[in-house]
Nanobody, 113 residues
Framework: QVQLVESGGGLVQPGGSLRLSCATS????????MSWFRQAPGKDRELAAL???????KYTDSVKGRFIISRDNAKKTVDLEMNSLKTEDTAIYYC???????WGQGTQVTVSS
């Protein structure tokens, strides 16, 4: 059974940084790409970042140059380093295995002064 547990969210001022982490279990982590989605208040959930099994990364335009997705196959975790945060980054952040339908509980990120 695929399980995803996100952590690391919180309240941060504009321009600040946060690092999110997703602990995974129930599948062979190294064999799957991973992703981070986010859902802002009143908006649809959107894909923020992807990382392939080989470490190739892709980002949605709004976070390019500010967010970095990384993975640790030994720990079975995927992280999202978020820098130069903006108020519009406020959302619940979820990690997801693109191949599976499972969602974790998400972690709230609030960017506000």
């Amino acid at each position: 059974q695929v399980q995803l547990v996100e952590s690391g969210g919180g309240l941060v001022q504009p321009g600040g940084s946060l690092r999110l982490s997703c602990a995974t279990s129930g599948f062979t982590f190294a064999q799957y790409g991973m992703s981070w989605f986010r859902q802002a208040p009143g908006k649809d959930r959107e894909l923020a970042a992807l990382i392939s099994v080989t470490g190739d990364t892709k980002y949605t335009d709004s976070v390019k140059g500010r967010f970095i997705i990384s993975r640790d196959n030994a720990k079975k975790t995927v992280d999202l380093e978020m820098n130069s945060l903006k108020t519009e980054d406020t959302a619940i952040y979820y990690c997801k295995v693109p191949n599976f339908s499972t969602w974790g509980q998400g972690t709230q990120v609030t960017v506000s002064s």
